[in-house]
């Protein structure tokens, strides 16, 4: 098992070229089974980990998160970047104790985002977002300056009526204030993708793909887009064969959803396999 100092190094190495996909698991095993497929790092789903514990996005207590972040960071050989939503705090000095405490779990980066939660005023005015994501880079760089910090601007997430616009106002001034990496999640045209690229450059960009797109990862890279994640989809995926299973049972008295799936005993194999590595 690497050093988290190790996945650190790695984490950033992967942001200087090229592009690479950053899947979400929200759970071990999950984790666990992704760096079986050859993913190179893998990211926190803050909506995926809520919904599987029952509770709705944004619902999910700090000591609660802070602990899954960790078993995420202990499961697997690869950096893991934590979804920290808003840093859990309104104010700089919150964010900043908020932070502390997720690199103190092993992560390899982690991102802070500019919405408040609340639907009268869904985004943090400028002023403020940058004197949070300050506060969240002087925690970072206190406690050593290796964990990858991602602003994230949510102007798509909340329909901002100049959603692509605002967002690049946002993202270079999120850089310009410590931001190792830059994300606006909901773009999903190539020009607002492409604009995106070119505002922040040379500052990497994260691209979300949480729906079905036309888009392949080849397309994605020509863009200049270095790291795409894909949120909770897997976990909503997952989700779906569920409901849809579930609901065979109860409705139809069917068990048809029950084709093609894993066997416990190949589970046990797999991670049996995973213990001895």
């Not at 071990?28 to 509770?55: C, E, I, P, V, W």
């Not at 005015?125 to 300056?145: H, N, P, Q």
């Amino acid at each position: 098992m690497p050093t988290t100092a190790e996945k650190r190094r790695t984490f950033r190495k992967l942001h200087e070229a090229g592009c690479f996909v950053i899947p979400n698991p929200w759970s071990a095993g999950t984790a666990k089974y992704l760096q079986r497929l050859g993913f190179k790092a893998l990211a926190s789903t803050s909506a995926g980990f809520a919904h599987f514990d029952g509770m709705a996005d944004g619902a999910v207590p700090r000591d609660l998160m802070l602990t899954h972040v960790a078993e995420l960071a202990a499961a697997t050989d690869l950096p893991v970047n934590a979804d920290f939503e808003a840093g859990y705090a309104h104010d700089p000095a919150g964010v900043a104790e908020s932070v502390r405490l997720c690199v103190e779990t092993g992560v390899a980066g982690l991102s802070i985002e500019d919405s408040t939660g609340d639907p009268q005023k869904p985004l943090y005015d400028l002023d403020d977002a940058l004197a949070r994501l300050r506060a969240a880079r002087a925690a970072i760089d206190k406690s050593g300056g290796d964990v990858l910090l991602t602003g994230r601007a949510e102007c798509f997430l909340v329909r901002h009526p100049d959603a692509l616009n605002e967002s690049i106002r946002r993202l270079v001034a999120y850089s310009a204030a410590g931001a190792d990496c830059l994300y606006a999640p909901g773009m999903r045209k190539r020009e607002e993708i492409a604009a995106v690229v070119q505002a922040v450059a040379p500052k990497p960009v994260n691209l979300l793909i949480g729906f079905a797109s036309e888009l392949t990862v080849k397309d994605i890279s020509e863009l200049g887009v270095r790291r795409i994640s894909v949120g909770s989809a897997l976990a909503r995926t997952a989700w779906g064969a569920f409901a849809k299973t579930a609901a065979e049972i109860a409705e139809m008295g069917r068990f048809d959803g029950f084709a093609g799936i894993p066997t416990t005993a190949d589970l046990n194999k797999l991670f049996g396999e995973d213990r001895e590595h």
